[in-house]
């Protein structure tokens, strides 16, 4: 099973900053199957990446996915009030499907 | 508008029952790989359960392995989850999900979730 790690915890940011998020694999994600999801309180998750760097339909611009293999980073570059929120990461590379334990994004 | 809407959520008695259902409607449900994944409130996601777009290739997470069983039925564009000898550790959110366009075991549409709750 591939046990996916994001840090920080928690970050603590103002509007308008930059937000940079880790998912770090514990083995090597096949074809960069590593896809990223907002969920607001109360709401559903939402598909925010896939492929670990192509945006989903809708999607704003300021959301980027970068990294492959083991390292993953999604980075939201100007924060809007709405992008506060938990971000987690997924797998999809082998089975089972797994996600990791999630980024808040905090106003600071 | 694509929708998905889960029912059959409930309190429920260690090592009994429970049925789940989703209805989707907006989409060509049959052409899609579909999804059960839950969240103990507060908590993380995890994924449960996966079926292919035609009922032919079904995966499910060890912890649920044995116990719980998916299933489709594309001329009612439903999508099920039995569940049985349930446990305290199963009480969560269960959402169903919708495999991408991009790739079947990413989830682009998800219902709002039913609540599971598993308790004496």
């Known amino acids: 099973e591939v046990v996916l790690t994001q840090s920080p915890g928690t970050l603590s940011l103002s509007p308008g900053e930059r937000a940079t998020l880790s998912c770090r694999a514990s083995?090597?994600?096949?074809?960069?199957?590593l896809a990223w999801y907002q969920q607001k309180r109360g709401q559903a998750p939402r598909l925010l990446i896939y492929?670990?760097?192509s945006r989903a339909t809708g999607i704003p611009d300021r959301f980027s996915g970068s990294g492959s293999g083991t390292d993953f980073t999604l980075t939201i570059l100007r924060l809007e009030p709405e992008d506060f929120a938990v971000y987690y990461c997924?797998?999809?590379?082998?089975?089972?499907?797994?996600f990791g334990g999630g980024t808040k994004v905090e106003i600071k | 508008e694509v929708q998905l809407e889960e029912s059959g959520g409930g309190l429920v008695q260690p090592g009994r029952s429970l049925r789940l259902s989703c209805a989707a409607s907006?989409?060509?449900?049959?052409?899609?790989?579909m999804h059960w994944v839950r969240q103990v409130p507060g908590k993380g996601l995890e994924w449960v359960s996966g079926?292919?777009?035609?009922?032919?290739?079904?995966a499910y997470a060890d912890a649920v392995k044995g116990r719980f069983t998916i299933s489709r039925d594309n001329g009612k564009n439903s999508l099920f989850l039995q569940m049985n000898s349930l446990r305290t550790e199963d009480t969560a959110f269960y959402y169903c999900?919708?495999?991408?366009?991009?790739?079947?075991?990413?989830?682009?549409?998800w219902g709002q979730g039913t609540m599971v709750t598993v308790s004496s």
């Open positions: 492929g670990a760097s």
């Open positions: 999900a919708k495999g991408s366009i991009w790739n079947a075991d990413t989830f682009d549409i």
């Open positions: 079926i292919s777009y035609n009922g032919v290739y079904i």
């Open positions: 083995q090597s994600v096949s074809s960069n199957y």
């Open positions: 997924q797998q999809y590379g082998g089975s089972p499907l797994t």
């Open positions: 907006g989409f060509t449900f049959r052409d899609y790989a």
